[in-house]
């Protein structure tokens, strides 16, 4: 299984992003699948991520970033609005497809927000 992300970019304070992470089968009946990052010096926390059980979102996002899905394009967005310079990082997408079964990485994307 492959995920590809991309959309990571520099961007502005108070900007927008969207990230996408297209997966190579089918995640119709994916467990969880979601976004993770790293900033510099930190350790890889998650961001959000779809499950069975609906979304979860890390509180430093909430009402700030929405994750999405499109189960006929295999892909999950990350829709990532009123960005702050701390959300600078390397965000990696993971996917599962049962609950105790293997997670799936990406390559991770930059995201820059600076003035």
């Known amino acids: 299984v492959q995920l590809q992300a991309s959309g990571g970019g520099e961007v502005q304070p108070g900007e927008s992003l969207r990230l996408s992470c297209a997966a190579s089968?089918?995640?119709?009946?994916?467990?969880?699948m979601g976004w993770y990052r790293r900033a510099p010096g930190n350790e890889r926390e998650l961001v959000a991520v779809?499950?069975?059980?609906?979304?979860i979102y890390a509180d430093s996002v909430k009402g700030r970033f929405t994750i999405s899905r499109d189960n006929t394009k295999n892909t999950v967005y990350l829709q990532m609005n009123s960005l702050k310079p701390e959300d600078t990082a390397v965000y990696y997408c993971?996917?599962?497809?049962?609950?105790?079964?293997?997670?799936?990485w990406g390559q991770g994307t930059q995201v820059t927000v600076s003035s």
């Open positions: 993971k996917a599962q497809w049962s609950r105790f079964g293997q997670s799936y």
């Open positions: 089968r089918s995640i119709f009946r994916v467990v969880r």
């Open positions: 779809t499950t069975s059980d609906g979304p």
